[in-house]
């Protein structure tokens, strides 16, 4: 079974910016369907953005809280795929994870669809 590893989270000023890393070692990460999420103390682990898979359109559907600092992208050479988070705010604090459902295609973005979790990474905003 394919696990995800995420990382690249940390200590960030507000207004920065972090690129947060989804690696699968031994399988082709570009076969998936890619999704982030993230969860704050005492929130529910909400929808960034979903990538499909580049054996697709590699398509990308962005979540209410992914529009505008948030882009999604695949390097397939590299076999990754990065969160971009930009002009990072003060609700911006969280474990930031990838998931997959194991499909090609971004469908729901709600985690209650998605099987496979990396560890988390965690973003902490602070001047």
């Known amino acids: 079974q394919v696990q995800l590893v995420e990382s690249g989270g940390g200590l960030v000023q507000p207004g920065g910016s972090l690129r947060l890393s989804c690696a699968a070692p031994?399988?082709?990460?570009?076969?998936?369907?890619i999704a982030w999420f993230r969860q704050a103390p005492g929130k529910e682990r909400e929808g960034i953005s979903c990538?499909?898979?580049?054996?697709?359109?590699?398509?990308?559907l962005d979540g209410d809280s992914g529009k505008g600092r948030f882009t999604t992208s695949r390097d397939n050479a590299k076999n990754m795929v990065y969160l971009h988070i930009n002009n990072l705010e003060p609700d911006d604090p969280a474990v930031y994870y990838c998931?997959?459902?194991?499909?090609?295609?971004?469908?729901?973005?709600?985690?209650?669809?998605?099987?496979?979790w990396g560890q988390g990474t965690q973003v902490t905003v602070s001047s």
């Open positions: 998931a997959t459902d194991g499909g090609r295609v971004c469908g729901r973005l709600h985690y209650v669809v998605f099987d496979i």
């Open positions: 031994g399988y082709n990460l570009n076969y998936y369907v």
């Open positions: 990538i499909s898979s580049s054996s697709t359109d590699g398509s990308i």
